[in-house]
Structure formats: C-alpha cells, structure tokens
C-alpha cells in the first residue's frame, strides 16, 4: 500500500501547531487531488509536512502522520475555501496518529532533493523515503 505526503498550509490554516488539538481527537489533512485523496482513503498512511522559510533558506518540518481511511467532499463548497477533499478516520477508528510537537526538520539530503523535484500537493512517497520519515518518529 501506497504512502502520501501532503503539506500543511499556514496561511490558510493557520501554525500547524494550532491545529494539534483537533488532529489528537480525529487526524485529518487537507487536499484537491482527487485520485491521491481516494486512493489514500483505503488505509495509507499520510504524512503531514510543513514548509518554514528561515533567512532565504526553505526548512521542511515533518508535523504528525496518521493512517487515512476515510475522504470527504464538503457538500455545497470547498474546506477551508481552498481544498476540495478532507482526508480523515473512520468513526472510532485508530488513526494510528503519530504527533511531533513541535515538528522535526526533515534533514535527509536524498528526501529533501526528492521533495523539491515534485508539483504541490498531495503525492506518492517512495518506500525509500517513507523510512525517512517513519524514522523520526522513534
């Protein structure tokens, strides 16, 4: 089963930090890639990134990851006014949530050079880079 990576947006949501409270309750991520959304429903595990500018110097910081298993579209608009899927559990099911508080710096060269080859948005994380990631979490 495939893995995704999807970034937080502060400016539309704010410090991913702010969110902590409801992502502990129910972890959810935002997109508008249909396919990817879907596909991430069926029991993937989604990591959620965000991106810190420092000086001139981009800072990729992994925030908390979960396994996804339901996708909603909000009915008559968009969440947040922006996204067209909502990534999220079941009704009391384990999301599996693993929270860094606050979020790590992703350090790894490959990882980072692999990320900013990819368009926005939500994607696929080879299995190379998924043990990245999973790695910070120990």
Same mark, same amino acid.
């Given at each position: *089963? !495939?893995? =995704?990576?999807?970034?937080?947006?502060?400016?539309?949501?704010?410090?991913?930090? !702010?969110?902590?409270? @409801?992502?502990?309750?129910?972890?959810? !991520? =935002?997109?508008? /890639?249909? +396919?990817?959304? @879907?596909?991430?429903?069926?029991?993937?595990? #989604? $990591?959620?990134?965000?991106?810190?500018?420092?000086?001139? /110097? +981009? #800072? #990729?910081?992994?925030? $908390? !990851? =979960?396994?996804?298993?339901?996708?909603?579209?909000?009915?008559?608009?968009?969440?947040?006014?922006?996204?067209?899927?909502? +990534?999220?559990?079941?009704?009391?099911?384990?999301?599996?949530?693993?929270?860094?508080?606050? %979020?790590?710096?992703?350090?790894? %060269?490959?990882?980072?050079?692999? $990320? /900013?080859?990819?368009?926005?948005? *939500?994607?696929? #994380?080879?299995?190379? =880079?998924?043990?990245?990631?999973?790695? *910070?979490?120990?």
């Amino acid at each position: *089963m !495939s893995s =995704y990576i999807v970034g937080h947006l502060p400016e539309e949501q704010g410090p991913v930090t !702010s969110i902590y409270k @409801e992502v502990r309750k129910v972890p959810f !991520s =935002y997109t508008s /890639k249909k +396919n990817e959304a @879907e596909l991430a429903s069926e029991g993937s595990n #989604i $990591y959620v990134i965000v991106k810190e500018k420092v000086g001139r /110097k +981009n #800072i #990729i910081k992994l925030a $908390y !990851s =979960y396994k996804c298993t339901e996708c909603y579209r909000k009915a008559g608009g968009k969440w947040l006014g922006t996204f067209d899927f909502k +990534n999220t559990v079941k009704y009391e099911a384990d999301g599996e949530l693993k929270l860094l508080d606050p %979020p790590l710096e992703i350090t790894d %060269p490959d990882f980072i050079s692999w $990320y /900013k080859t990819k368009a926005l948005g *939500m994607r696929v #994380i080879p299995t190379e =880079y998924e043990s990245v990631l999973k790695a *910070m979490f120990v």
